[in-house]
């Protein structure tokens, strides 16, 4: 059973940073690719960011790039979301699940074994 843990949410003001955690148990994010997917209320869900374990590659949604940056920690099977210059529209439930990018679908994302996600709320 494969299960992810995300961490790190929390209440932030405007301009302001904070750092997500994912952790996969059930197979080593060595192998697998893991990104971040996040969900508002009344929103569909939004494609954020992407890491290629086989060349490192990384992939932004537009609304995110240039301001959150996907890294991961092998040893510990950690992917890890810095956000910055954080605003209230990013204000949502953020997801880590397996992902991929092409040049036809962009962002995609796996719809199993997600965890229970980590609410950001960026507010003054």
């Known amino acids: 059973q494969v299960q992810f843990v995300e961490s790190g949410g929390g209440l932030v003001q405007p301009g302001g940073s904070l750092r997500l955690s994912c952790t996969a148990s059930?197979?080593?994010?060595?192998?697998?690719?893991v990104g971040w997917l996040r969900q508002a209320p009344g929103k569909e869900r939004e494609g954020i960011a992407c890491l290629s374990v086989s060349d490192g590659s990384t992939y932004y949604g537009d609304s995110v790039k240039d301001r959150f940056i996907i890294s991961r920690e092998n040893a510990k099977s950690t992917v890890y979301l810095q956000m910055n210059n954080l605003k209230p529209e990013d204000t949502a439930l953020y997801f880590c699940?397996?992902?991929?990018?092409?040049?036809?679908?962009?962002?995609?994302?796996?719809?199993?074994?997600w965890g229970k996600g980590t609410l950001v709320t960026v507010s003054s």
């Open positions: 699940a397996t992902c991929g990018y092409d040049d036809d679908l962009g962002l995609t994302f796996g719809m199993d074994n």
């Open positions: 059930g197979f080593s994010s060595d192998f697998y690719s």
